[in-house]
């Protein structure tokens, strides 16, 4: 048998190997997809649930304010409706952004459009716990004054007053922090793990299971 003849059978021989392979990296490939697709559908699930409840949240402020109740209820109110608008205006942003990532896009394109999403979100997240320092004062004053009509500005003005202070100066030294952190440690894994944390647990899965798929076709 002639050397040419040889190496036309050996191709022949591979073919079916060559084919088996590339099935089983396209079924590899569509299953990460399939499950970046997951995560983010939860995430947009999640967004669509919040938009729920702060817009229930800010009909009923906005019930409280209108009607001219104590000062105290009143700013409490004001200040909840606002946050409650600001909250409304971050879950849209975030889920027009999660509709421009699409899995007929690029594995690089998918990477740094999530990678996009991941930092607003966990940016937005920040600002919106920060607020909570001295924001938790609104709580206790609405319900009191819900149930059992209590102005508590006129029994506990003092105890406001302070915990609203202590409360703003614990936000911005929080916000001082965060920036000067941020600023130091662009790239460290400390600042990635705490935009996990911040961004959910969705979005950190997908971008495992997206960045699996830049390795693979950089390899």
């Not at 569509?30 to 499950?35: C, E, T």
Request: aromatic share 10%.
């Amino acid at each position: 048998m002639q050397p040419d003849e040889l190496k036309q059978l050996w191709s022949h021989a591979n073919a079916p190997t060559d084919a088996q392979e590339a099935f089983a990296l396209d079924a590899w490939r569509s299953h990460r997809q399939r499950a970046v697709q997951h995560q983010l559908g939860a995430f947009s699930l999640w967004q669509w649930l919040q938009l729920a409840i702060w817009l229930a949240v800010a009909v009923y402020c906005g019930s409280q304010w209108w009607q001219q109740p104590p000062l105290a209820v009143m700013l409490s109110a004001l200040s909840l409706h606002a946050y409650c608008i600001a909250a409304i205006i971050i879950s849209i942003t975030r889920l027009q952004r999660r509709r421009q990532l699409h899995p007929t896009h690029t594995v690089v394109e998918q990477s740094q459009q999530l990678a996009a999403l991941r930092w607003h979100t966990a940016l937005t997240e920040l600002l919106l716990g920060l607020p909570w320092c001295w924001l938790w004062l609104a709580v206790p004053v609405l319900v009191a004054w819900q149930a059992w009509g209590v102005d508590l500005g006129a029994f506990a003005a003092p105890w406001l007053l302070v915990s609203l202070g202590a409360g703003t100066l614990a936000m911005i030294a929080a916000m001082v922090g965060a920036r000067r952190w941020v600023q130091r440690a662009p790239a460290s894994p400390r600042l990635q793990r705490a935009i996990d944390a911040l961004s959910g647990r969705r979005l950190a899965r997908a971008r495992a299971e997206l960045e699996a798929l830049r390795g693979w076709e950089s390899a």
